[in-house]
T-cell receptor, first 116, second 109 residues
Framework: DVKVTQSSRYLVKRTGEKVFLECVQDMDHENMFWYRQDPGLGLRLIYF???????EKGDIPEGYSVSREKKERFSLILESASTNQTSMYLC???????????????FGAGSRLTVL | GQNIDQPTEMTATEGAIVQINCTYQ??????LFWYQQHAGEAPTFLSY??LDGLEEKGRFSSFLSRSKGYSYLLLKELQMKDSASYLCALMDSNYQLIWGAGTKLIIKP
């Protein structure tokens, strides 16, 4: 019954490495999101996408990029990982348009990235 | 600007009732969400309020007062499995979500 799958639960990378975090949803949702979650802070939006090949910057896009080549897959890329990118990364999807009332997010279980 | 605030941690007893508050300041409002997140797991949707009043869903209820910039999540007949973090999120005028830092709820026997 898994609906949003994040490929890696735990990753350990070195500073400067390129990191790929993959997210796949099987609900045919148009909207997909990448958040990071840090202790004491609310979820912060990195990037989002409302359609294939479309991407929009969120609140903290610096140091990240994304790719959405297929509707079901949204990838987060760290071109050159840094220690301040150590965090929990959450992918989410939703079916609602921006004008819908309850635009409920379905989240993946998260990818905990440690950058040494 | 926009701001959303909720207590960092709360403790309650199994079988009791607990109210988790969320206050916010925003220039535009399109609803308020509550999500539950167990440790190490994905957040899951609990409730959505866009009009003032109380919405009840079984043991969980959510209340909204737009004029006061205030919402609460009420959990009744607490069970040990209710130990989790509860995230409040405001949908702003651009339909973007602004998240609170979450309230960690600890249930004691």
């Amino acid at each position: 019954d898994v609906k949003v799958t994040q490929s890696s639960r735990y990753l350990v990378k070195r500073t400067g490495e390129k990191v790929f975090l993959e997210c796949v949803q099987d609900m045919d949702h148009e909207n997909m999101f990448w958040y990071r979650q840090d202790p004491g802070l609310g979820l912060r939006l990195i990037y989002f996408s409302y359609d294939v090949k479309m991407k929009e910057k969120g609140d903290i896009p610096e140091g990240y990029s994304v790719s959405r080549e297929k509707k079901e897959r949204f990838s987060l890329i760290l071109e050159s990982a840094s220690t301040n990118q150590t965090s929990m990364y959450l992918c989410a999807s939703s079916s609602g348009t921006s004008s819908s009332g309850a635009n409920v997010l379905t989240f993946g279980a998260g990818s905990r990235l440690t950058v040494l | 600007g926009q701001n959303i605030d909720q207590p960092t941690e709360m403790t309650a007893t199994e079988g009791a009732i607990v109210q988790i508050n969320c206050t916010y300041q925003t220039s535009g409002f399109n609803g308020l969400f509550w999500y539950q997140q167990h440790a190490g797991e994905a957040p899951t949707f609990l409730s959505y309020n866009v009009l003032d009043g109380l919405e009840e869903k079984g043991r969980f209820s959510s209340f909204l007062s737009r004029s006061k910039g205030y919402s609460y999540l009420l959990l009744k007949e607490l069970q040990m499995k209710d130990s989790a973090s509860y995230l409040c999120a405001l949908m702003d005028s651009n339909y973007q979500l602004i998240w609170g830092a979450g309230t960690k709820l600890i249930i004691k026997p």
